[in-house]
């Protein structure tokens, strides 16, 4: 009876230690004098995330109402208070100039337990670093030059596809052009990333991109357990914790596997991404704008860099190409001058594309970057403060060791103190001139600084060779299955419609 009491003892001071630090955090902003909003016990300032409110609308709602209040507003992430990033001169600090303090993004990952999440975007600290510098010379132009045959012939295989259908449809037909996207970003992203002919082109049930659609969506957990992780990393990786649901990981890593002992054994080369991780493996020096760079890569450290060039290179491509065609679909004018340039590019270079027939395709770039600014795939940046850090200018904002840091790219690309008419499609927001005039942090859809995008290069020209393409062969309106305006998915951590994109396509 004693022990009983004891232990019930010590076991209620415990809870009751924790929900007094649980409350503690929860008054953290209020206490400081600092605009916040009310937090949710649990799910802090996500209430409703996933169910009634995706993860982009929290971002803009929260900006839209703290915005002119300060440098920051307070946040709450879960359990924890975090930095809601207001005003561009403290958005500079944190990606570029103070960038040392601020060099991690505080997502959950365990290489040990869960290898595919020990990728390049979740590393910290040191071994990102080291990551970063091994594979910063695969990402160069000579490489994508390189890699450009190789998404030029999965173009080719697009456009095969989509006559066929306009054939068998005797003509213009409506089409869903959303997963025909998907399935071009997948073969590009198999081809080059894995080696493979995935064929989801032509099958769109590839186990490839089944496999791949289900990586982006699934996890191993529910969501209180995800908040955990999120809340809590260094406590999840003791419990050995796991993100990535063990069929999925079993998938990828047999890819990764089946493929190296293949070309290896095979001697055979492809001039893609996969070669440039084995080649890290074999421990072949590989040349980088800092010198000479001692690779080594082991077969998990490749899986998990290959599945994160899948992640960002399909998902993020694919759905900026839907969005792409919608807004070209609704704004003629737009469409017909890009098509010109198509074509007008494509006689100059007598009907190749090539990389340099590419680069020079200026406004289809516009395009591609004010679809971006206009349906930002990752509507917010996080990092992680590594220390103490006082706000330059305003002592009273004081963004403490640990904390997470929001940087919503998403909402600022909508304010109209940046872009006029935010709203409205209008690709000379990225004219030269208009990009000279404008601080470059007030365009983070590749992010900014040491931690941007390293496949940016890569993305760009995936995405413009396939609208180089499908402009040159077709012509794209919107119809009665057109949905206006488009509504967006509220489980994804990514911007992305909750339904297809259907347009009406006729060949030219």
């Not at 009273?396 to 409205?424: C, F, T, W």
Request: net charge neutral; charged share 25%; proline share 4%.
């Amino acid at each position: 009876m004693g022990l009983s009491f004891i232990l019930l003892t010590i076991l209620s001071a415990l809870i009751a230690y924790v929900i007094h630090r649980l409350n503690k955090n929860r008054f953290y902003w209020q206490s400081l004098g600092i605009a916040c909003e009310e937090p949710h016990f649990f799910f802090g300032n996500l209430r409703g995330i996933q169910a009634t409110r995706g993860f982009w609308e929290v971002w803009q709602e929260y900006y839209q109402r703290f915005k002119g209040t300060g440098p920051f507003a307070g946040f709450y992430w879960f359990f924890k208070p975090a930095v809601f990033v207001l005003e561009p001169d403290l958005i500079k600090h944190i990606l570029i100039k103070d960038f040392h303090n601020f060099s991690d993004r505080g997502f959950f990952h365990n290489e040990q337990d869960d290898p595919l999440s020990g990728q390049l975007f979740l590393l910290e600290g040191v071994k990102w670093k080291h990551m970063r510098q091994k594979l910063s010379p695969t990402f160069t132009s000579g490489k994508m030059k390189f890699m450009f045959p190789s998404v030029v012939k999965v173009g080719g295989e697009l456009i095969e596809v989509l006559d066929k259908l306009l054939v068998e449809k005797k003509g213009a037909s409506v089409l869903e052009i959303k997963e025909l996207m998907a399935r071009y970003t997948t073969d590009v992203i198999g081809s080059c990333a894995f080696g493979i002919e995935c064929s989801s082109l032509k099958d769109p049930n590839a186990e490839f991109r089944l496999m791949g659609s289900r990586s982006l969506v699934e996890h191993k957990h529910n969501r209180l357990f995800i908040g955990f992780m999120a809340s809590f990393c260094d406590l999840a990786r003791k419990l050995h914790m796991k993100q990535t649901p063990d069929d999925i990981e079993a998938f990828f890593m047999r890819i990764v596997k089946e493929t190296v002992d293949y070309r290896e054994k095979n001697n055979v080369r492809r001039n893609d991404f996969m070669d440039m991780l084995i080649d890290m493996k074999n421990n072949k020096m590989m040349k980088s704008e800092h010198g000479d760079v001692q690779t080594n890569l082991t077969l998990e450290e490749i899986a998990a860099q290959a599945f994160v060039f899948f992640n960002a290179g399909f998902e993020t491509s694919s759905t900026t190409l839907g969005f792409a065609l919608y807004e070209l679909a609704k704004n003629q004018q737009i469409q017909d001058r890009a098509r010109k340039e198509v074509v007008e590019k494509l006689h100059k270079f007598e009907g190749e594309l090539s990389y340099e027939c590419m680069k020079e395709m200026v406004y289809l770039e516009q395009i591609l970057m004010e679809t971006l600014r206009l349906y930002t795939v990752l509507p917010v940046l996080n990092r992680v403060a590594l220390e103490d850090y006082v706000v330059p200018g305003n002592p009273k904002y004081v963004i403490k060791k640990g904390m997470q840091v929001l940087i919503p790219s998403g909402a600022i690309h909508r304010d109209e103190r940046y872009y006029p008419n935010p709203l409205e499609f209008n690709p000379d927001n990225f004219s030269p001139e208009n990009v000279a005039q404008r601080d470059s942090v007030l365009f983070l859809g590749f992010g900014e600084g040491p931690r941007n995008c390293i496949g940016l290069r890569f993305g760009k020209m995936e995405a413009i060779i396939g609208l180089a393409l499908l402009l040159k062969h077709y012509r794209f309106s919107i119809c009665e299955k057109t949905q206006i305006p488009l509504t967006y998915g509220k489980v994804s951590y990514l911007i992305g419609t909750d339904r297809g994109i259907y347009l009406k396509v006729e060949k030219i």
